[in-house]
């Protein structure tokens, strides 16, 4: 599996647009890029999903480089209700191996 | 919108009791999972099932583990003896799509707490 770098944390404006980097330089090439996030202790929400071109849903756009090295989420508009851990998983097979995530703090 | 559904939300046991944790995966999902959650620790897969069979499990999932699909909605996590270590949010994941590609949907867990 891919091992993936996050920040630890970071702080967004309400209003603001949340920009959530990852690192996955030993991505294969068959591997998804998958995003959830952990609002406390609830079950990890799934966002999105991509392999190579960039996605958009309701509720966030992910961009990958071209190179599948890192991508981006964005949430356009985050509000005090997407504070939460979001963690960046590589997918390949069945399992999803979860890091530490970035913890993202939106703030009023 | 379906979801994964878990009960009990809480369970308190002794130790050396057996738990059963049940999960109602989404309805049309295949392929059915069980993660675990120690606090303050990462999410760790335990095990994976598809076509009534583990498909892949974790070191974590030992012969006190055990997981089943007893009729066509349930599916089940049982710890046969629990120990003080097994305390943790447990949470079922279902998922639909292609092999490999499949998004997993999560439940709101179980909280276990091993006394």
């Known amino acids: 599996d891919a091992k993936t770098t996050q920040p630890p944390s970071m702080d967004c404006a309400e209003g603001r647009a949340a920009n959530l980097p990852c690192n996955h330089s030993?991505?294969?090439?068959?591997?998804?890029v998958y995003w959830y996030r952990q609002i406390h202790s609830q079950g990890p929400q799934y966002i999105i999903h991509g392999l190579k071109n960039n996605e958009t849903n309701e509720m966030a756009s992910l961009i990958i480089t071209e190179d599948r090295k890192s991508s981006t989420l964005i949430l356009p508009h985050a509000t005090l209700r997407d504070t939460a851990v979001y963690y960046c998983?590589?997918?390949?097979?069945?399992?999803?191996?979860f890091g530490a995530g970035t913890i993202l703090r939106v703030k009023s | 919108e379906p979801e994964v559904t878990q009960t009990p939300s809480h369970q308190v046991t002794q130790m050396g009791q057996e738990v059963i944790l049940r999960c109602v995966p989404i309805?049309?999902?295949?392929?059915f999972y069980w993660y675990r959650q120690i606090l303050g620790q990462k999410v760790e897969f335990l095990v994976s099932f598809y076509n009534n069979e583990i498909s892949e499990k974790s070191e974590i999932f030992d012969d006190q583990f055990s997981v089943e699909r007893p009729d066509g909605s349930n599916f089940t996590l049982k710890i046969r003896s629990t120990k003080l270590e097994d305390s943790a949010m447990y949470f079922c994941?279902?998922?639909?799509?292609?092999?490999?590609?499949?998004?997993?949907?999560f439940g709101p867990g179980t909280r276990l707490l091993v006394l």
């Open positions: 994941a279902s998922g639909g799509l292609g092999v490999g590609q499949e998004t997993q949907y």
């Open positions: 309805s049309n999902h295949l392929y």
């Open positions: 030993t991505i294969s090439g068959n591997e998804y």
């Open positions: 998983i590589p997918k390949r097979g069945n399992k999803l191996v």
